[in-house]
């Protein structure tokens, strides 16, 4: 797996990703830096962490948007799979993070 540098909302983050998945979270990355930003500039929100919610809970209502497989118990499906994969990362980097507030 890579390490990879990249900036959200200013600050750098190290993240890990699989040979060959460079831009699919580069897609990611950017996605959530403009969520996270937007939320920032409206001004209304100051605390990263608080931020970093608001962008997750944005960009998983539009997910739910999309037209997708009812998924079974232990039976996710792709976006859910994939949702619930930077949810971890999300909170893996926000708890590792001592700037939150």
């Given at each position: ?14 993240l ?65 799979s ?15 993070d001592?700037?939150?507030?």
């Amino acid at each position: 797996m890579k390490q990879i540098e990249v900036q959200i909302m200013g600050q750098g983050y190290v993240l890990g990703c699989p040979e060959g998945g460079e831009t699919r979270l580069g897609q990611a990355v950017g996605k959530v830096d403009e969520a996270m930003c937007k939320i920032r500039d409206a001004g209304k929100i100051k605390a990263r962490d608080r931020i970093a919610v608001l962008a997750a809970l944005n960009l998983a209502f539009d997910l739910t948007d999309r037209p997708t497989s009812v998924p079974t118990e232990g039976d996710h499906s792709a976006s859910t799979s994939q949702l619930l994969t930077l949810l971890k990362r999300l909170d893996n980097v926000l708890a590792s993070d001592n700037q939150l507030l």
